[in-house]
């Protein structure tokens, strides 16, 4: 890693001392970043965790740096922290063994596939909605985490959603994510780093005898597809690249759906009228609403999942290292510099947004398109070798999710429209975002 004394000629903040910056940094990320552009320009450094971190910012910086045309910046090595509790996964690999196991992946997220998922959720989704109570106020993030991980267990595992396994592997889940974003590294007895490790054993325990049943008779879901993928070559994974690949996708896939569904709704809830306009493209497709025609269609729908993602990201910073010395912006960095991206606040900057705080969906029209301004103006799954490669399945669930519950039911937010985001290590509402719903129509 970069020290600081390599890094004496990038500009930045003074230096608080024992934490650095970090407290500064998970206080408020994002105005704690914008100050210091606004001190500093596009690059600077700052202490977090221990470590010195070069910030690269805004829409430029994250081409040069994800496109990396010349193989320079390390995932594995800037995603470091997630090593402990998911080793192998997709963004812990670099470069030619990073494309192999993306194209064996891929295999899991072709149109057929994605289609047999579609049916699925589609038939899950209408029971688990309508199981939260009419008319009476409830904590939205942690019900849509709720309802996202039985969905997963249907679509990811071939599970019912009330199977008593299905409950256990939700909660070893749990456990490894709380502990792959804890702040204590080593699996010291009842931290949330111990319970991690003993659910990432649970759940590879588990996964690992799913294995032999799953090849011999494959379902429609995403573990079944997994043990069958395969690359152009016929080359597939062997049991342990499952475990871990399987591992990290359910991780990659949970929490950030959960907080692009919770902001939607904290946005159609300030802005009721959008309901409205959702509800009636729903009504205008019909019938063919979970087909993958009707799903095109929805394109007012689209614009909301656009515009939730760029108002609060789930992933507002990516990582990397760089593996070798580089220059950019004027500055020199040396091999080994740690760095962050930040698509969070590049996506809040009046240079492609107008009135950049205000959900306007409608900016992503044709008319508009302001997201096209730049490759990277809109860039909430990241981009280059290791870009969402769930973009379309979490689309797709959103919109499931959208045409089950807004053509039964109204979203009332409870007291507030203003929510206050924890944008650090994945964002959530403080207080969770209480509503209420209510149902129409006989509902
Ligand atoms: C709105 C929801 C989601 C957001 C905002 C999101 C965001 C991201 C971002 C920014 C990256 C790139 C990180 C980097 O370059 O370092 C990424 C990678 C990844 N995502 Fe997602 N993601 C979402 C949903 C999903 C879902 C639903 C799945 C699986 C079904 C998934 C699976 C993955 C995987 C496997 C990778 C690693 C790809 C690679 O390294 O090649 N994500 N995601």
């Not at 204590?184 to 759940?203: D, E, Q, S």
């Not at 730049?374 to 959208?402: D, E, V, Y």
Request: hydrophobic share 40%.
């Amino acid at each position: 890693m970069a020290t600081k004394s390599e890094l004496c000629l990038i500009p930045g903040p003074s230096e608080p001392p024992v934490l650095g910056h970090t407290l500064q940094i998970l206080r408020d990320s994002y105005g704690f970043q914008q100050e210091c552009i606004a001190s500093y320009g596009p690059v600077y450094k700052v202490k977090l965790l221990g470590i010195w971190r070069v910030n690269l910012c805004g829409a430029d910086a994250m081409e040069m740096v994800l496109l990396d045309k010349q193989q320079m910046f390390s995932s594995k090595m800037g995603w470091q922290s997630l090593a402990r509790l998911f080793p192998g996964g997709l963004m812990l690999q670099d470069f030619a063994e990073h494309r192999q196991n993306r194209r064996i992946m891929q295999q899991a997220f072709r149109a057929s596939a994605l289609q047999e998922y579609t049916e699925q959720m589609a038939k899950a989704m209408q029971s688990l909605v309508r199981a939260w109570p009419l008319d009476q106020e409830f904590r939205f993030y942690d019900a849509i985490k709720e309802l996202t991980l039985r969905l997963g267990c249907a679509v990811f595992m071939g599970l019912p959603p009330d199977d008593e396994l299905a409950s256990e592997v939700n909660s070893a889940l749990i456990a490894e994510i709380r502990a792959a974003l804890s702040v204590v590294r080593y699996p010291v007895p009842f931290t949330p780093m111990w319970h991690g490790v003993r659910g990432r054993a649970f759940l590879r325990n588990t996964f690992r005898q799913m294995i032999e049943e799953r090849r011999a008779a494959p379902g429609n879901d995403f573990f079944s597809q997994m043990c069958l993928s395969t690359d152009e070559d016929g080359k597939g994974w062997s049991e342990d690249e499952i475990l871990d690949q399987f591992n990290f996708l359910m991780m990659a896939a949970h929490d950030t759906t959960a907080t692009a569904l919770t902001t939607m709704i904290w946005a159609l809830g300030a802005h009721p009228e959008w309901q409205e306009v959702l509800a009636a493209e729903y009504e205008e497709i019909g019938d063919a609403v979970f087909t993958s025609d009707g799903l095109s269609r929805m394109t007012q729908t689209e614009q909301v999942f656009k515009e939730a993602l760029r108002l609060v990201p789930p992933v507002p910073f990516i990582p990397r290292r760089a593996i070798s010395s580089f220059s950019w912006n004027g500055f020199d960095f040396p091999a080994g510099t740690t760095i962050t991206l930040n698509p969070g606040v590049t996506m809040l900057s009046p240079e492609f947004y107008s009135e950049p705080e205000k959900f306007d969906p409608a900016r992503f029209a044709p008319d508009r398109a302001e997201d096209q301004a730049h490759k990277f103006a809109w860039a909430p799954f990241g981009g280059g070798a290791h870009k969402c490669i769930g973009m379309h399945f979490a689309s797709l669930q959103a919109k499931i999710f959208f045409v089950t519950l807004l053509r039964e039911r109204r979203v009332e937010l409870v007291r507030s429209s203003v929510t206050d985001w924890q944008r650090l290590p994945i964002p959530k509402p403080k207080g969770g975002l209480l509503v209420k719903v209510h149902g129409i129509r006989g509902h």
